[in-house]
């Protein structure tokens, strides 16, 4: 039988994932010493595979119980790494494995926001005007701004993307799977499809989510949701 803890752990979780555990303690260790992150909190885990480039950690700020799974890739487009933080990940943000974050000017996640796998958040795109010049020679578009509300849950392999203005996603909204956001939604949404759609919306009246009718999403109701979830 097992003698302490560590060994019990050892057998329900195998010796793998314990390495893996303690390699990833030791890259966040790493990270929080040798990198100048914007802000770098508590209760971090970042895995050992996260691809993280010393030079843009001044322009990230990642607040406290962060955790950031496999693969995860946070960029700062190289020539706008000057001035405040470009991606802001708030307390409590759980990015899923294989997620990739670019900012060119300005992501936020707010409080406890969820990513799962394989999503990808863009505030800029590859130029691509000139057809006489390779893509990869022309840099990037002016992009925009993507604000991201507490509390929010980016499903599997969706895409928020922001050409220009700004983008922002009100809290406690859901993106279903591989849907593809390219404008703002209020607070209290579901979301799906290419291009993504309002599905539903909470009725702070009759406390419950409710199918979303066919209407702009800046009618009376929806204006109503966003007065309720700004209070």
Known sequence: MPRNSIERSIIRQGPRAIFRRLASKLNTMWLRNTYPFAQFGRGISIHY?????RGNSP?????DNV?????????????????????????????????????????????DVLLAPSVLIMDHNHEYSDPTRPIR???VTEGGRIVIG???????NSVIFCGKGELSLGQNSVVGANAVVTRSFPAFSVIAGNPA???????????KWIRAEQSDPEDEDMRR???FANR
């Open 67 to 111: 955790f950031l799974a496999s693969d995860v890739w946070l960029n700062v487009i190289p020539e706008e790494r000057v001035g405040d933080p470009k991606i802001i990940l708030r307390s409590g943000c759980k990015i899923g494995r294989r997620s990739t974050i670019s900012s060119r000017n300005y992501i936020e996640l707010g409080d």
């Open 225 to 227: 949701f966003n007065a």
């Open 197 to 207: 759609k309002l599905i539903k919306k909470y009725d702070p009246e009759l406390q």
């Open 150 to 156: 507490r509390n929010c849950w980016l499903g599997y």
């Open 59 to 63: 322009y990230i700020d990642v607040g």
């Open 49 to 53: 595979s996260c691809d993280l480039y």
């Open 137 to 139: 020679a022309q840099g």
